[in-house]
């Protein structure tokens, strides 16, 4: 069964840096596009980024520059590198492999919290 | 950037009515458009892919369509389950997404 479990959320002051994980089961993450979802609380999804399997990478211009999107082959991982944090950062952040034909989320990971306050 | 305009933004609905969620993007997007669901404190759920391609295992009672700007989520008889939020979402343009702000389907 495709399983993706995120990890990494937390507490971080404003211009602090985390980075969060998505680890992902039986599929390859590097032979498929994934994808960062987040949500504010009580708020509606906001996409975040995208890594196709080709590796190129693209990101929402909220967070262009400070976000970065990586994948490590060996683990079978995705990242999000979150610096320059800011208070409106704070959300549930979802991982999610995405189907290349209509780019659509098809799996979810469960979401990583990450707040960003003083 | 292609917005997504959700319509309406909640609605009240009792077990057994139609339902219908329009979903309008500021451009044309031909058919590539997506539904999810969401029920608090879980991840989203895909629906409706394409317009119009149900995901397997979904209810037959969910459809979808449209074309180009104006689409439609319908629910053809609500059940106790589907008291959720709904979101569109526009992937025509591969280098940024968009969802639609979100409609609340609510027990009237």
């Known amino acids: 069964e495709v399983q993706l479990v995120e990890s990494g959320g937390g507490l971080v002051q404003p211009g602090g840096s985390l980075r969060l994980s998505c680890a992902a089961s039986?599929?390859?993450?590097?032979?498929?596009?994934m994808s960062w979802v987040r949500q504010a609380p009580g708020k509606g999804l906001e996409w975040v980024s995208i890594i196709y399997s080709g590796g190129d990478t693209y990101y929402a211009d909220s967070v262009k520059g400070r976000f970065t999107i990586s994948r490590d082959n060996s683990k079978n991982t995705l990242y999000l590198q979150m610096n320059s944090l800011r208070v409106e950062d704070t959300a549930v952040y979802y991982c999610a492999r995405v189907e290349w034909s209509w780019n659509y989320c098809h799996y979810w990971g469960q979401g990583t919290l990450v707040t960003v306050s003083s | 950037d292609i917005q997504m305009t959700q319509s309406p933004s909640s609605l009240s609905a009792s077990v057994g009515d139609r339902v219908s969620i329009t979903c309008r993007a500021s451009?044309?997007?031909?058919?590539?458009l997506n539904w999810y669901q969401q029920k608090p404190g879980k991840a989203p759920k895909l629906l409706i892919y394409?317009?119009?391609s149900l995901q397997s295992g979904v209810p037959s009672r969910f459809s979808g369509s449209g074309a180009g700007t104006d689409f439609t989520l319908t629910i053809s008889s609500l059940q106790p389950e589907d008291f959720a939020t709904y979101y569109c979402q526009q992937s025509y343009d591969t280098h940024t997404w968009t969802f639609g702000q979100g409609t609340k389907v609510e027990v009237k």
């Open positions: 451009q044309s997007i031909s058919s590539y």
């Open positions: 394409a317009t119009s």
């Open positions: 039986e599929f390859t993450v590097s032979s498929n596009y």
